[in-house]
Nanobody, 126 residues
């Protein structure tokens, strides 16, 4: 049974930083593309960043490029999202997701992700 558990969310002032973590269990971690998505109140869930299971190919939403960095530690079955220069519009519930993919580029479409965490709230005050 695959489980994804996010942590690291919280309240931060605009311009601040947070680091989200997601620890996975029940899977062979390096066979999964890992992604971060977010959902703001009243909005649809949207893509934030994704990282290939093999290699270091990453992809980011335009709205977070240059501010967010996705990384993974396969030895710890963990994926991280370092968020810098946070803005109030980054406020959302952030979800970690996993897609079985042994490719060297990350999975992008949300519908391809089979496993999801419960989410962690990030609130950025102005």
């Amino acid at each position: 049974q695959v489980q994804l558990v996010e942590s690291g969310g919280g309240l931060v002032q605009a311009g601040g930083s947070l680091r989200l973590s997601c620890v996975a269990s029940g899977l062979i971690f390096n066979e999964y593309s890992m992604g971060w998505f977010r959902q703001a109140p009243g909005m649809e869930r949207e893509f934030v960043a994704a990282l290939a299971g093999r290699g270091d190919s990453a992809n980011y939403a335009d709205s977070v490029k240059g501010r967010f960095t996705i990384s993974r530690d396969n030895a710890k079955n963990a994926v991280y999202l370092q968020m810098n220069s946070l803005k109030p519009e980054d406020t959302a519930v952030y979800y970690c997701a996993a897609d079985y993919s042994r490719l060297t580029y990350p999975t992008l479409p949300m519908y391809e992700y089979e496993h999801w965490g419960q989410g962690t709230q990030v609130t950025v005050s102005s």
